[in-house]
């Protein structure tokens, strides 16, 4: 693993047990009785949070950033393309939540990890003190996603359902550097916050053999099971969680007008902030924020 992900020797790397035999790495600081559970996005693993956790030092949070099967350091295991789909990210993560014996946590999730936090909740919500949301995917974006003005940002998710994607992305490492590197510009809103050495942190993990193709299953699984509809019932899909909402206006993917339902689905719907000159990328562009979001539940 490159050494930059290890720049703080307290960071301690954990394995696991996730379901079905699973092992999970994961990343936890403790340094007090306040657990905060940290969900990470796609192209990412635990390391989305880095910014968050140093400005979170010498709290009183025990903090906990694990990977996703088929992730950063987690077992990628030769399974179908369903055993990575977000119904089996939420039972790992009921998994780890029982092997920590957390109680009163409080959920950190952006884009893939905000899809399936709404399942972890959904299914425990007594677990949880609060949910913090960066750009969430919900039921209410509802067929918006498949707009002709949107489907052009979308083309991604198409192409990683087709096996040349793995052919032409996972070449190389300079090929992975390419795709990310265009990911990163034409999601993020400020340029300035992806420092290259993270950068190529976050490169050299996705250039290792087999870990671009292992992430994407995450789309494939749900490309075969879920269909977006625009009358979904807000009542088969409600978050009762206490939920602060963080979305970046610049971001091109999860649009910042769709947060327009979000009353529908959270019934316990704190604060909605929206993010100027921020896109995709909320954990790594405005720490800040998040950090202030997290301190909301102190």
Excluded at 33 to 59: A, E, K, M, T
Excluded at 147 to 164: A, M, R, S, T, V
Aim: charged content about 20%; proline content about 7%.
């Amino acid at each position: 693993m490159t050494a930059v992900l290890h720049s703080d020797p307290r960071w301690n790397f954990l394995r696991v047990p996730g379901t079905h035999d699973l092992q999970l790495n994961c990343m936890r600081l403790t340094q007090g009785s306040s657990p905060v559970l940290f969900l990470h996005g796609w192209p990412g693993f635990w390391y989305d949070w880095r910014q968050v956790i140093h400005r979170l030092d010498g709290g009183n949070y025990d903090l906990i950033a694990p990977d996703f099967r088929g992730f950063g350091e987690s077992d990628a295991p030769d399974l179908p393309a369903v055993e990575f789909g977000p119904d089996r990210h939420a039972a790992d993560m009921l998994a780890l939540i029982d092997h920590f014996e957390l109680s009163n946590i409080l959920l950190v999730a952006h884009d893939i990890g905000s899809s399936i936090a709404q399942l972890v909740v959904r299914e425990r919500p007594d677990a949880f003190r609060g949910l913090v949301l960066c750009n969430p995917a919900y039921p209410g974006i509802g067929t918006r996603r498949f707009d002709p003005n949107i489907i052009p940002h979308f083309w991604y998710q198409g192409f990683h359902n087709l096996d040349l994607s793995t052919q032409l992305v996972a070449y190389n490492r300079d090929t992975v550097a390419i795709y990310l590197k265009f990911l990163h510009q034409h999601w993020g809103g400020d340029a300035d916050a992806f420092i290259p050495e993270e950068l190529d942190a976050v490169i050299d993990t996705y250039a290792r053999p087999g870990a671009f193709e292992k992430s994407i299953q995450y789309y494939r699984a749900r490309a075969g099971t879920r269909v977006a509809q625009s009358n979904l019932d807000p009542a088969e899909y409600q978050v009762r969680v206490p939920t602060v909402v963080r979305w970046g206006d610049l971001d091109p993917v999860m649009r910042v007008e769709w947060a327009d339902r979000l009353p529908d689905f959270f019934s316990n719907l704190l604060d909605v902030k929206v993010l100027p000159e921020v896109g995709h990328f909320v954990p790594v562009e405005a720490p800040d924020e998040i950090v202030s979001a997290i301190k909301m539940f102190d």
